[in-house]
């Protein structure tokens, strides 16, 4: 019922910017959490940040505090995540979630979570 299309993965140098979206025509973004997680070959999932649709409140990873946005245009059914200041650690295939209803958004978790997009991926590289 709610289908989730993430864009925006590019390659990009040390230091660059990408904004990815996640696109979700069908839903209104009115409750529970939705949230952006990271996979790199060979390595666990990673939470990377959550926003609670009610009040928007964000919550993020501290390896990425201070450099990603998290943020919600309800006119346009999309979820974003804005990257600032990349780093080749960053590099990884990049999946949004939603409609997570129970539990904390601030503990970065996937469980719950009954939608999920493809992915997109994003390389940065020198």
């Known amino acids: 019922q709610v289908n989730l299309t993430e864009s925006g993965g590019d390659s990009v140098q040390p230091g660059g910017s990408l904004r990815l979206s996640c696109a979700a025509p069908?839903?209104?973004?009115?409750?529970?959490?939705m949230g952006w997680f990271r996979q790199a070959p060979g390595k666990e999932r990673e939470g990377i940040a959550q926003?609670?649709?009610?009040?928007?409140?964000?919550y993020y990873n501290s390896a990425v505090q201070g450099r990603f946005t998290i943020s919600i245009d309800d006119a346009r059914r999309t979820l974003y995540l804005q990257m600032d200041k990349l780093n080749p650690a960053d590099t990884a295939l990049y999946v949004c979630?939603?409609?997570?209803?129970?539990?904390?958004?601030?503990?970065?978790?996937?469980?719950?979570?009954?939608?999920w997009g493809q992915g997109t991926q994003v390389t940065v590289s020198s």
């Open positions: 926003i609670h649709t009610a009040d928007r409140v964000t």
């Open positions: 979630a939603a409609i997570k209803l129970t539990g904390e958004c601030s503990e970065l978790r996937a469980d719950g979570f009954r939608y």
């Open positions: 069908t839903y209104t973004f009115s409750s529970g959490c």
